[in-house]
């Protein structure tokens, strides 16, 4: 998202002055994203798991968007899954909650399951996924890389961060969430919406694991949102 500069545009309503106290209501469009935080044994689990499925027989990239010299499919679908599980309940009881009609997420089964080893200047372009909905967890953030996106200046997320976008990217709408990973973080979202992640210069490895779920059809009440 670009930040504006201050210019001359003459003002509606003035900040310093007081506004009247109007009662409204307004709508949550777009995607429903939702973060949380794995378990640290969850985060060592991942860690090992990719330790040992990192060769080259489980070379995944020809599946992917990114660029990217280290990206393996990862086994332990069955053993994921288990805990996976109450992660994307949660995101159903979430998804619900905020769309606010009869909604039911059934059947959910995890489709694929990889690993990323991002490098200093590595790139995921702007890409989406197969499936209903998407996962991605941060098992490790290198402090290196939380420096230098802290030392990162301008107005985007920066070096290491992860963007989502939806729509058209009109004015004065909000198109973009964007966010710094940091260790044992997980987001869900629809395999549809768009993503990219941003390079960085740091001598460490940005670890994430991602996957695509499939799952029953949503079912929403119909009616005003
Ligand atoms: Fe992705």
Same mark, same amino acid.
């Given at each position: ?19 009247? /106290?109007? =009662? ?7 995607? &429903? *994203?939702?973060?949380?935080? +794995?378990?640290?044994?969850?985060? %060592? ?78 790139? /995921?372009? =702007? ?7 998407? &996962? *991605?967890?941060?098992?490790? +953030?290198?402090?290196?890389?939380? %420096? ?78």
């Amino acid at each position: 998202m670009i930040k504006e500069k201050n210019t001359s545009t003459t003002r509606l309503t003035e900040p310093s002055k007081p506004t009247e /106290n109007i =009662p409204y209501r307004f709508s949550y469009w777009g995607p &429903f *994203v939702f973060r949380s935080k +794995i378990l640290p044994a969850e985060c %060592k689990m991942i860690l090992a798991a990719g330790k040992k499925c990192r060769k080259k027989a489980n070379d995944y990239r020809d599946q992917l968007a990114g660029q990217l010299s280290d990206e393996y499919k990862l086994q332990d679908r069955q053993e994921f899954s288990e805990w996976l599980e109450k992660y994307l309940q949660a995101y159903a009881v979430g998804y619900n909650k905020w769309r606010g009609g009869e909604d039911t997420l059934s059947n959910l089964k995890l489709h694929s399951l990889w690993i990323n080893y991002m490098k200093a200047g590595d790139f /995921n372009p =702007p890409h989406h996924h197969d499936g209903d909905l998407s &996962f *991605v967890i941060y098992p490790f +953030i290198p402090q290196k890389l939380i %420096k230098e996106n802290k030392a990162y200046t301008g107005t985007s997320i920066g070096p290491g961060g992860i963007a989502w976008i939806y729509g058209l990217g009109l004015r004065r709408y909000i198109d973009t969430s964007q966010h710094m990973p940091e260790t044992g973080d997980i987001y869900i979202f629809p395999a549809s919406l768009k993503h990219w992640v941003y390079p960085f210069r740091s001598k460490i490895e940005r670890i994430s694991v991602s996957g695509n779920i499939f799952c029953d059809t949503f079912l929403v009440k119909k009616g005003e949102n």
